[in-house]
């Protein structure tokens, strides 16, 4: 299986930045895509960016122009690059592979999050 942790959550000012990670370990070749999702308190989970294997990107319309999504596929690792940070981005953040063999077929995988607060 895929397990995912992530890392580099802070407390940072308004129009700071911060740089998140994923790491992934066990089957990680198994991988396809992967994705940050967030979630605030009272809100429901969304998609923040996501990479396809293809390293094809898709943002959400909130963070455009102020998040890079990246991935190094020989560390296993999956990046976030926040800037200009705002209130509203104030949530656990969390990481999402996509994972496929014969053996198992489709499997999705999540962190445990890391918490982001942005606040002056």
């Known amino acids: 299986q895929v397990h995912l942790v992530e890392s580099g959550g802070d407390l940072v000012q308004p129009g700071g930045s911060l740089r998140l990670s994923c790491a992934a370990s066990?089957?990680?070749?198994?991988?396809?895509?992967m994705a940050w999702y967030r979630q605030a308190p009272g809100k429901e989970r969304e998609l923040v960016a996501a990479?396809?294997?293809?390293?094809?990107?898709d943002y959400a319309d909130s963070v455009k122009g102020r998040f890079t999504i990246s991935r190094d596929k020989a560390l296993d690792r999956l990046y976030l690059l926040m800037n200009n940070l705002k209130f509203e981005d104030t949530a656990v953040y969390y990481c999402?592979?996509?994972?496929?063999?014969?053996?198992?077929?489709?499997?999705?995988?999540w962190g445990q999050g890391t918490q982001v607060t942005v606040s002056s």
């Open positions: 999402n592979a996509h994972s496929y063999n014969t053996g198992w077929g489709r499997v999705e995988h």
């Open positions: 066990g089957s990680t070749f198994t991988i396809t895509d």
């Open positions: 990479t396809k294997n293809g390293d094809a990107t």
